[in-house]
């Protein structure tokens, strides 16, 4: 039995952790499944060790139920805010949880779970309250009420405004408000608590002032924004709308309304459905795969409601290529056909290729876009990206070129900002190069080398670099690299783009052909090899900007390094040359292979 508890503490403490990272207290459904195959023998057994299996499994279980709202405080630990009286008083005692460690917590709550198994050690509400008052510990918690207390909580924040400093909390608790509004209904129907009158008045307020208009959403949607409700969670809270003894005293045209509905995004739910679709769709705001979700429970919630009814069902929401739009518009929103513009469709397509669907339906909805009156260039450099995903690289090239076109004519909708304009020849440079005319190409790159963008800065220098080193002749490209090399910022322009050959698909080819365009020429190949010297160069350790860096750009920083090592190597192997006064790196002068033998061969000199 022993083992089995070793091997629940690991998982719960793993499980444990990961909850509270998201605030997500459903995590332990895990952990419950495994505590009852844990403790279901799987061999015969006499009536004794079957007992005692039988009471491992419940204190078990017992003891997770209440863990469970547990790790749901916990969430709460990046707030400085105390825990509130109504909870503190379940132990008497003021509790606070300031900035806690997640691991911490999750062993104390593991050891919280072990010491329910010790003997005389129970969850004996009744004993609790007799012992009250004397020296004894007691530890005791209510679940109706700790469920009561965090909906009262998350209605006192939606009261207030956004604050950054409780955006953690919030988020948990419009996340989780459905799962425990569903736990208190559940918990009266099994006679384990029970709200007054007053107490199901003031959760009626509250969900009337949540839906009845957009102001509390508005108020909070970046608590909204990135969380979502499930199909059966929008129906839970839908459930407390129906209870009479909760609605009493609230706008009676509003609840017509709501009964009135044919479906809830027309019903309750309607001020919602608005601010998400109008958010993503018309304001362009709302954060695209957030807005796919709620849109999708949105679809499947009145999707389930019309197949109950005699209602002709509506085709399941990711069922056809059209759905989106046959459905979002006139069954969300009610708008006309006439409302919509392009931009509209080239949001739903950008949706639809987020969420990894067919390249059909993205096509479909681009197209719609395109044929809007005055379509907006985004609509052609998406339908261009959707091509050159398909391996259709002349069509991508010319919607990409007639939405450079677009975008750099007066009154282009949205206007786009210099970063655009720039993407747009990054996107061309990429196309045309593939496509072998790698000329233009160049045009495209070179159009972008002087980016007051760093990033697409360098992305212009490279790509200008690959395409005139495909068809530039010897002198030309020996002309560009002395211009580049003749001073300090061309020098540090070349640090990078090497850095970023070392890591691009074309790397062999590149090195090869520059080392070819030098040979011969000692002052271009050693200003090279200076340059990848420069590259390879350790940062001090004492930089605090290594000890910021991640894991996986430290790895990143780590695999250029050693590819450039190996193509100083190659240099000195090939052409005998290695900066005077320079020690050599590792084996340099070692059989490296040729040209021809790639990265694979050069690489075996680490």
Not at 10 to 21: D, G, P, R
Not at 200 to 214: M, V
Not at 276 to 296: D, H, M, Q, T
Not at 318 to 323: N, P, R, V
């Amino acid at each position: 039995m022993s083992e089995m508890w070793t091997e629940a503490e690991k998982a719960f403490e793993s499980i444990c952790h990961q909850s509270l990272q998201r605030g997500d207290v459903k995590g332990f459904d895990d952990v419950q499944r495994m505590i009852e195959e844990a403790t279901t023998p799987s061999y015969s057994i006499d009536a004794e060790q079957k007992d005692k299996w039988e009471k491992a499994k419940s204190v078990g279980l017992e003891s997770l139920k209440y863990l469970t709202m547990l790790v749901g405080a916990a969430s709460l630990a990046a707030s400085t805010i105390p825990i509130p009286e109504s909870v503190a008083n379940i132990t008497g005692h003021a509790l606070y949880i300031n900035n806690v460690d997640q691991e911490l917590c999750a062993h104390f709550l593991w050891d919280l779970a072990h010491k329910a198994i010790r003997e005389k050690f129970n969850f004996n509400f009744d004993a609790a309250s007799a012992l009250h008052g004397s020296s004894q510990a007691v530890i005791a918690v209510d679940e109706f009420e700790a469920n009561h207390t965090i909906v009262k909580l998350t209605f006192k924040y939606l009261e207030k405004g956004h604050i950054k400093q409780t955006k953690d909390i919030v988020r948990y608790l419009v996340c989780w408000l459905p799962f425990h509004l569903d736990r208190l209904r559940c918990l009266e129907d099994k006679d384990m608590g029970m709200l007054t009158p007053n107490e199901k008045l003031d959760i009626g307020r509250n969900l009337y002032k949540l839906f009845k208009d957009d102001q509390v959403i508005r108020r909070h949607r970046a608590n909204f924004e990135p969380v979502w409700w499930e199909v059966e969670e929008m129906e839970n809270v839908q459930k407390w709308l129906t209870d009479s003894a909760v609605l009493r005293r609230l706008d009676k045209t509003w609840l017509d309304e709501v009964y009135a509905a044919t479906r809830p995004t027309r019903g309750f739910l309607k001020e919602l459905v608005k601010i998400v679709v109008e958010g993503f769709l018309r304001e362009r705001e709302w954060e695209v795969a957030s807005a796919y979700y709620w849109i999708e429970k949105f679809l499947s919630l009145d999707h389930k409601r019309l197949q109950r009814t005699a209602t002709p069902p509506i085709p399941d929401a990711a069922s056809s290529s059209g759905s989106l739009h046959k459905q979002l518009v006139p069954e969300l929103l009610r708008l006309q056909d006439t409302e919509l513009n392009s931009l509209w469709y080239e949001r739903l397509a950008e949706a639809a290729a987020t969420q990894s669907s067919k390249a059909d339906t993205v096509l479909l909805f681009y197209q719609r876009a395109i044929e809007k009156e005055n379509p907006s260039w985004l609509c052609h450099r998406g339908l261009g990206i959707t091509h050159f995903g398909q391996n259709q690289t002349q069509k991508a090239i010319k919607h990409i070129e007639l939405a450079l076109k677009e975008a750099e004519e007066e009154g282009a909708t949205p206007k786009p900002a210099a970063k655009d304009i720039d993407g747009l020849h990054l996107l061309l440079g990429q196309y045309n190069y593939s496509a072998g005319d790698v000329e233009t190409a160049a045009t495209h790159y070179s159009a972008v080398r002087k980016s007051e963008d760093p990033a697409r800065a360098k992305e212009g220098q490279l790509g200008y670099l690959k395409a005139v080193l495909k068809f530039q002749d010897a002198e030309g490209m020996r002309d560009l690299l002395k211009t580049t090399l003749a001073t300090e910022d061309g020098k540090g322009r070349m640090v990078n783009i090497l850095k970023m050959i070392a890591r691009d698909a074309d790397h062999d080819f590149l090195i090869s052909k520059m080392f070819t365009v030098v040979k011969g020429h000692l002052d271009l190949l050693k200003g090279i090899v200076c340059i990848m010297e420069t590259a390879t160069a350790m940062p001090a350790p004492t930089e605090d900007r290594i000890a910021e860096m991640s894991e996986d750009d430290r790895f990143a920083g780590d695999e250029t390094r050693g590819v450039l090592l190996c193509d100083r190597g190659f240099a000195a192997y090939m052409y005998k040359e290695s900066l005077s006064g320079t020690e050599a790196v590792g084996d340099e002068r070692a059989g490296c292979g040729s040209p021809s033998t790639g990265r694979a061969a050069t690489c075996s000199l680490n």
